[in-house]
């Protein structure tokens, strides 16, 4: 049997679509065109707190209205938390997962905690808490997030495996040609699983929808080039299929920076507004 190639786009329904997401989501949508692959849109709002319904209206409207297509029904990941929940009791059982009291003072507040792409650097403070330390913090009602063992979740992937970890990137090869490129998430710290608010992190989430979705390609943007390394090895952990990838360049406005709404930058229903058309802003984003 083939298996039908499949990409997607999963923008989180925070604000509205700007030119960099109509870029990333056009990319996407022409490379399945031209592959005769399967299009899916996913609607990443597992942070309710940020997540509003009609942020998701106005960018479904957006997407439509660039002429992309998709399956439905859309999934939403908010409809399926007990499935990453059901992901993290696996992380769990190997032993993988600890709880996290730190506030985010305590580690900004750390000397060893540098920034990196994810925010700041956890130093591991809790990670070798012992089981009665963490019992009374618990019983006490102490707030705690789920932080992954990410040096022992990259050993037990790797044994998993068989193998020193690699990802596909396509365009990573030395002439521009698909290539592997070795994982390692180490430098990013121990990632969040769920937070304290019970949030399940988007990085589990993601690549549990990929899998259930058959996402063969992941296309996305630059920006999270640095997730992947963890990407793939919970993909190992939850013995999930690996997809390909490939991060695309950002789009940046006048002044170099990405475009966003807090920096003033029109969003796709302004400049629908004004009269632009699908194929300006294909123009503006080089993609005519
Ligand atoms: N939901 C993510 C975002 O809006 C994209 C996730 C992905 O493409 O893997 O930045």
Known sequence: MTIRLATRFAPSPNGHL??????????????????????????????RTRSRREFETSQIEDLRWLGLDWEEPVRRQSDHLPDYERGLDRLRDLGLVYPCFCTRKDISASALAPHGPDGVIYPGTCRGLPKDVRDTKQAEGMAFALRLDVARAVEVAERLSG??????????????????????????????????????????????????????????????FFATPLHRVLQVLLDLPEPRYR??????????????????????????AEGKTPDDIRRMVGLA
């Open 18 to 47: 700007h030119p960099g997401h109509a870029f990333s989501a056009l990319t996407a949508w022409d490379w399945a065109c031209a592959h005769d692959a399967r299009f899916i849109l996913r609607i990443e709002d597992t942070d």
């Open 163 to 224: 193998n020193r970890l690699t990802f596909t990137e396509e365009g990573a090869g030395p002439d521009g040609e698909t290539g592997r490129l070795p994982v390692d998430p180490r430098p990013m710290g121990d990632a969040v699983l769920a937070r304290k608010d019970g949030v399940i992190a988007y990085h589990l989430a993601v690549v549990m929808d990929d899998a259930a979705q058959g996402i063969t390609h992941v296309i996305r943007g630059q920006d999270l």
């Open 247 to 272: 991060h695309h360049g950002l789009i940046l406005d006048e002044t170099g920076e990405r475009m966003a709404k807090r920096r003033g930058s029109k969003s796709l229903a302004d400049l629908r």
